[in-house]
């Protein structure tokens, strides 16, 4: 069932473009709930770990493109800053399993107030039967603990909804109908990533060591670091923070030294140059810098140790928009490798459940 994989997390990292491509196929569902939410005036985007990740991708989204103030709220805080929420909010709760514990309470709580939508991946699973609509992410079943082809799944039911929101509620038919568009261009993107694996292993190689690693983005790309650094703290037990790239100077700079390794994620577009700004940061105090960057070049003269190219087939203008879709893919492999190179098992990490249905 591993499909000659040594592993569920290889496999469904490897099932990444053909989830693009099913969940892409529930577009006409996703268009038909927006037009039935014409009164909503604010999100509030309700998760835990890697959903919760994938709702923060979705505030950039959100406010930006739909101009719809937007609220991430991790579901084990929900009980305590709920009260603002009204019949003109929609409450969306992401998770894979739909039977997270914490999830579900809020799903009750916020039920009361407002209108829920939960984005799930397991058919008829609790949050289904509770939430007023449900889309569902057309990942299949995911083995591996470490969340990997649902949260893309999520990702893509993210951007539809943006779309679809800036479509019927600010009258931007040019933006959602470009996203529409380009978004179809993602799996043929994520196949061509996939196939540089082999440098994502020698990477990998070189870093299984570092006790503690750093992993910088900005904007759209700081979700994603942070999923990147979550990935890394699962399954290969190595401590690792994600940042938002801009924060490195008010505290974590006085740990970086030349043990710790910094992961930095640099899309072209509107956050590069001041990304760029924090390698020498990081530079000054000795890090390695391991740079994902389409730019090569602009990186090869001794700005990163190592450099890991994310083709820019969907132009310059669009890289940074669809980043947490396609820079997302090296950090699950390297991740994966290092807990292979380490010895140990990434589809069963320690102390973790696929679904944790305590609170
Ligand atoms: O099933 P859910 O999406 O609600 O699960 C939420 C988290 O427990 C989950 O994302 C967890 O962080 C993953 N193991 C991360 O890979």
Partial sequence: EKAGYDHFMLKEIHEQAITVENTLSVKEEIENIVKDL????????????????????????FENYAHIPTDVIL?????????????????????????????????EMAKEKSKTLAIVNVLGSQATRIADYVIYTQ?????????????????????LLAAFFSKHHLKDEVF???????INLIPKLIEKILENEDEIKDLSLKYKYPPNFFYLGRGLAYPTALEGALKLKEITYIHAEGYAAGELKHGPLALIDYCVPVVVLLPKGDSYKETMNNLSEVQSRGGDIIAFTSDVEDLSDQKAQDVFEIPNDLGEE???????LTYIIPLQLLSYYISIYRGLDPDHPKNLAKCVTVG
């Fill in 38 to 61: 014409k009164s909503i005036k604010r999100i509030c985007f309700v998760a835990c770990g890697t959903s919760y990740h994938a709702a923060l991708t979705g505030k950039y989204l």
């Fill in 75 to 107: 579901a084990s805080e929900f009980g305590y800053s709920f009260n603002s929420l009204d019949e003109e909010t929609l409450t969306i709760f992401i998770s894979q399993s739909g039977e997270t514990r914490d999830t579900i309470d809020a799903i």
């Fill in 139 to 159: 990942a299949g079943p995911e083995i591996g603990v470490a969340a990997t082809k649902t949260y893309i799944g999520q990702l893509i039911c993210i951007y």
């Fill in 176 to 182: 959602a109908n470009t996203l529409l568009r380009k």
């Fill in 318 to 324: 669009f890289e940074e928009l669809f980043a947490p």
